[in-house]
């Protein structure tokens, strides 16, 4: 049973756009609408886009550096929203800087993850 739950989430984590593609359409089968199904596909896949760029980051640079890098980014980040949000209102709206930050690191992590699985085709290809 163990072996069955590991191997699912090994193969989530190897390819992160399939946990989205498979969050997103699941959701829409059990009735959500399309838009709140894509939100939460963003939500559930982040995290594998994370470990995932994290791994290649590791990989390509050699060192390991990657996975805490991308964190370091993502405290950054909210600790720069946050003070905006407490310079324009006063308060400091945890939920919401949470939210826009893993949906910010959603859009950069997809990015990376492209052009990351570019360049290691590019290096196997053009390595002898």
């Given amino acids: 049973m163990w072996d069955i739950i590991k191997y699912i989430f090994s ?6 756009v399939l946990t989205f593609v498979v969050a997103c359409f699941g959701l829409i ?5 399309r838009k709140y199904a894509i939100r939460m596909a963003m939500d ?3 995290i594998f886009f994370i470990f995932n760029v994290g ?4 990989t390509l640079f050699n060192n390991r550096f990657g ?3 991308i964190f370091l980014v993502m405290i950054i980040g909210a600790g720069l929203l946050g003070n905006s949000y407490y310079r324009k ?3 400091i709206p945890w939920k919401k800087i949470i939210r826009v930050v893993w949906r910010i690191t959603f ?3 997809v990015l990376l993850y492209i052009v990351l699985h570019i360049i290691v085709l590019l ?3 053009f390595t002898v």
Wanted: proline share 3%; charged share 15%; no cysteine.
């Fill in 11 to 16: 193969g989530m984590a190897i390819f992160p």
């Fill in 29 to 33: 089968a059990f009735g959500k609408e």
């Fill in 44 to 46: 559930i896949s982040t």
């Fill in 55 to 58: 791994a290649l980051l590791n």
């Fill in 67 to 69: 996975l805490y890098g």
């Fill in 89 to 91: 209102d006063g308060a």
């Fill in 107 to 109: 859009f950069i992590t």
């Fill in 123 to 125: 290096k196997l290809a």
